[in-house]
């Protein structure tokens, strides 16, 4: 059973940084993309960024040049460093892996940007 567990969530000035991490247990030999969502309360979930098996990346313009996405393949780990936050960055943030063509996602983790 795939099971993906979140963490580095919490409270944040603006202008400061968090670092989340998502790591999957149980079939992970054919993790293929991941990825990190967010949503707020009332909107649909939206895609931050996404980094592929080979490292290519890809992000969101509302977060181009302020988070990286980034994983280690042997610690089947994906994060999300964000830098120079905003209270509009105020959101659940999700996990989603793809295992063969099946996506699974986290729990989501609760980042707040306020003063």
């Known amino acids: 059973q795939v099971r993906l567990v979140e963490s580095g969530g919490g409270l944040v000035q603006p202008g400061g940084s968090l670092t989340l991490s998502c790591t999957v247990s149980?079939?992970?030999?054919?993790?293929?993309?991941m990825s990190w969502y967010r949503q707020t309360p009332g909107k649909e979930r939206e895609l931050v960024a996404t980094i592929t098996t080979r490292g290519t990346t890809n992000y969101a313009d509302f977060v181009k040049g302020r988070f990286t996405i980034s994983r280690d393949n042997a610690k089947n780990t994906v994060y999300l460093q964000m830098n120079s936050l905003k209270p509009e960055d105020t959101a659940v943030y999700y996990c989603?892996?793809?295992?063969?063509?099946?996506?699974?996602w986290g729990q989501g983790t609760q980042v707040t940007v306020s003063s």
């Open positions: 989603r892996v793809f295992i063969t063509m099946y996506a699974y």
């Open positions: 149980g079939s992970t030999s054919s993790i293929r993309d």
